[in-house]
C-alpha cells in the first residue's frame, strides 16, 4: 500500500494517479494535457471570446503491453485525447513523453519519424478508407510514405500477409472499399495501422459504427494481435461491457476531466464517483433476476457546455448526491486515491 502522502491530491508535479506503487517506465506519458479550441466573434477582424475545454488538464501513463480504457459520454473529450496523444491536434497546453520522447516540441521530420511507432484506428471504417484507392494500396500507403520498401514484389507480399493476420482473404487486394462490410473495413484500417508495426495504437471506438454481431469479432481480433505484435492500447470507447473485457486499466472522463481512474475490476467493482455509478448503472446484466431488482441511476439535465462549466464540481448540475455548499462553491475536485492504484475526484470520496 501507498504512504499516506500518496493520498493527497493530485498536483503538476504528482501527476492522475498512475505513479503509485507502479516502479514500471511507462510507455506513453501525458501530464497536464489541455486541448482548447477558439471561439472566435466577428466578420473581418475576428478576436476570441471564448474557448471549448475539449481537454481540460487530465494526466495519465499506459505501460507497455497494457491497455487503457477510457470511457465517458459522447462529448466529453475521449477522442480529443486521443488524437491530441498523437498530435494529430496540437495541445494547448502539456507534456506528451511517448518513448521517453517529448512528442509536444517536436520538429515535423521528426515527429514524421515518430510516427511510425504510434498508429490510430479510427471510429468510422466508411469514412476512413479512401473509396478511390484499392485494399491493397490503403494498407500499402504508409509502407511508401516512409519508404519502407523498394521492391514492390516484397510490399505486396507483405500487405498479402497482413492481411491474411486480420482475417482477410488476400485474394481481395484489388478490390475497392465498397465491396466490402462494415466488419471488413475496419479491419482494413486495422491492419493499415498496423503496417508499420507501431507499438502504441489508439484505437478511437473501433467497433462503435458495427452490428453487435462483428463487434466480438473485431475485439478478440484486437487481443489475438495485442498478443502477437506485443502492442499496447489507448481503447476509446462508450460500452463499459467491452471495456471490461478487454482493458486493464479504465479512466472515466466526464466535461474534458478524468473523474476517476484504475484497475478495471476495481473501478467496476466499487465505483467511487457518482458519474461511475451511474455509468455502471446502465450496463445490462445478463441474469434476469439481478437485472430485475438492481437500482439504476437516472442522470437528470443535459451535460454542460464545455465552454461554460458549471461553478465548482463539473458534474454538479446532475449529481444525484451533490451536497450544498462545498459541490457548487468549491473548486473542481482534485484526484484522490482511495485505494491503491484507484483514484476518484469527488468531493464525497475519502482518502484511504
Partial sequence: MSSPAAAAPVTANQPAGILSG?????????????????????????????????VDDISFDVYTGETLGLVGESGCGKSTTGRTVLQLYKPTSGSIEFEGHELTTMKPDELRKMRRRMQM??????????????????????LRVHKIYDNKQEMLEFVEDLMQKVGLNPYYVNRYPHEFSGGQRQRIGIARALALKPSFIVADEPISALDVSIQAQVVNLLEDLQSEFNLTYLFIAHDLSMVRHICDRVAVMYLGKIVEFGPIDEVYENPQHPYTHSLLSAVPVPDPDIERNRQRIIL?????????????????????????????QEPDPELLEVSPGHWAACHRVLPF
Fill in 22 to 54: 507502479d516502479k514500471r517506465v511507462p510507455l506513453v506519458k501525458v501530464r497536464n494535457l489541455k486541448k482548447h479550441f477558439p471561439i472566435n466573434s466577428g466578420l473581418i477582424i475576428q478576436r476570441q471570446v471564448g474557448a471549448v475545454k475539449a
Fill in 121 to 142: 484506428i479510427f471510429q468510422d471504417p466508411f469514412a476512413s478508407l479512401n473509396p478511390r484507392m484499392s485494399v491493397g494500396n490503403i494498407i500499402a500507403e504508409p
Fill in 300 to 328: 437528470t439535465g443535459d451535460v454542460p457546455s464545455p465552454a461554460r462549466p458549471p461553478l465548482g464540481c463539473n458534474f454538479n448540475t446532475r449529481c444525484p448526491v451533490a451536497v450544498p455548499g462545498i459541490c457548487y
